[in-house]
């Protein structure tokens, strides 16, 4: 995430970056044709990019086009957030009307009806709000998804008679959803995981012949370096932070099931470390640094707080060096400006001395004719 980071939002400021882009931007270390051609991709890609932001930032916009854009997300907003809730209400409802017609009737088989009646909502609901996202009038495809983001929704707009456009939202989401249900089932079921990668290739070669078949090219170019960082900020912070933080709480708060499981015994998972320590004690000498480990390690929080330490102070240090290179760049941009004004100073010396010299070689020829004798001239003429 660091990387990408690096790579999206370069340290300092962004001006001349369409110059960079052209004159700096290729690799001469390059020989082979298909490379070639694969660097020249790229980089066309880039000013795509490039000029695509650039044209949406000069772009002017009236005060009527805003209101009614403002207007018509606030709308939309409304709508969404309408849906949402009526199918809660819906479903709270009918769930309280399935319990009093359950405790009439006495029949197990209803008890199916709810879930049914959810399993509806949930395929419906997201196509109604795709629908309505629409009508969504949005200039930047950075813009569309953040909007996606904050409904963990994607937005997918289609032209008559053209392919539809392979939506990188959606899909991005959906992967990363993905992840996060393994990494918050992993504790329940080791063997998610394995499930996971098996899923994953399936998906990427489906979608992959999917989209050379059956997508176009988006219209509008993508900033790809800015929404991989989004993308692996969504899934370090809330995906894995938020999975992370669940499993702590079940392993070191939840009581496990009394039925079955192998920690049923128990009174939360953590007390099974301490189990197999007992019986690591009791087995011999020979593995006797288990339990010190264990004891010196994990349960003493000595040891957490220097591991915090040092991330901290690791932080701390990669935030100094990023100060120091901002530094080090106003320095150089500072060293390059008054070079550029020693240079014009220099150029405008030498005007002047050029000017200078052209007056004395003027004022010298015209001291020269003044001093010979008119006579003289008259004699050269005649001759």
Not at 8 to 31: E, L, M, P, Q
Not at 197 to 223: D, E, G, M
Not at 339 to 350: A, C, P, R, V, W
């Amino acid at each position: 995430m660091a990387h990408s980071f690096g790579e999206s939002y370069r340290v300092g400021s962004t001006s001349g970056i369409h110059a960079i882009t052209v004159f700096c931007s290729w690799d001469y270390k390059v020989t082979q044709k298909w490379a070639s051609r694969l660097q020249q991709d790229n980089i066309r890609t880039r000013l795509k990019e490039l000029l695509a932001e650039w044209q949406l930032r000069q772009s002017p916009r009236s005060v009527c086009r805003r209101l009614r854009q403002v207007a018509t997300l606030g709308l939309v907003w409304l709508l969404c957030l309408g849906t949402a809730l009526g199918c809660a209400v819906a479903v709270h409802v009918f769930s309280e009307f399935m319990i009093q017609s359950l405790e009439a009737a006495g029949q197990e088989a209803a008890l199916l009806v709810l879930p049914l009646v959810v399993g509806l909502l949930n395929l419906g609901s997201p196509y109604l709000c795709r629908i309505l996202a629409a009508l969504e009038p949005h200039d930047s495809p950075v813009l569309e998804v953040y909007v996606a983001i904050c409904r963990i929704i994607s937005e997918k707009k289609l032209k008559r008679r053209r392919k539809p456009e392979f939506d990188i939202a959606r899909n991005v989401l959906e992967l990363i959803y993905g992840q996060t249900l393994t990494w918050l089932g992993v504790l329940f079921s080791p063997l998610l995981p394995a499930v996971q990668i098996i899923k994953l290739l399936l998906v990427f070669y489906i979608k992959k012949t999917s989209l050379l078949a059956n997508c176009q090219a988006p219209r509008r170019p993508w900033l790809a370096s800015h929404m991989s960082t989004v993308f692996l900020t969504l899934l370090c912070f809330p995906a894995f932070l938020g999975a992370a933080v669940f499993l702590c709480y079940a392993v070191w708060q939840v009581k496990p099931s009394d039925i079955c499981g192998p920690f049923r015994t128990l009174d939360t998972m953590y007390e099974a470390g301490r189990v197999w320590v007992r019986h690591l004690e009791a087995a011999g000498p020979r593995v006797s640094w288990l339990p010190w480990v264990h004891r010196y390690l994990v349960e003493n929080t000595f040891f957490v707080f220097l591991v915090s330490a040092l991330l901290l102070a690791v932080i701390y240090l990669n935030i100094q060096v990023v100060r120091g290179q901002r530094k080090v760049i106003c320095l150089l941009k500072e060293q390059i400006s008054n070079e550029g004004e020693d240079k014009i100073f220099l150029i405008n010396k030498l005007h002047s001395i050029y000017e200078k010299k052209e007056r004395e070689e003027r004022s010298r020829v015209r001291t020269s004719q003044a001093v010979v004798p008119p006579t003289l001239l008259t004699d050269e003429r005649d001759a």
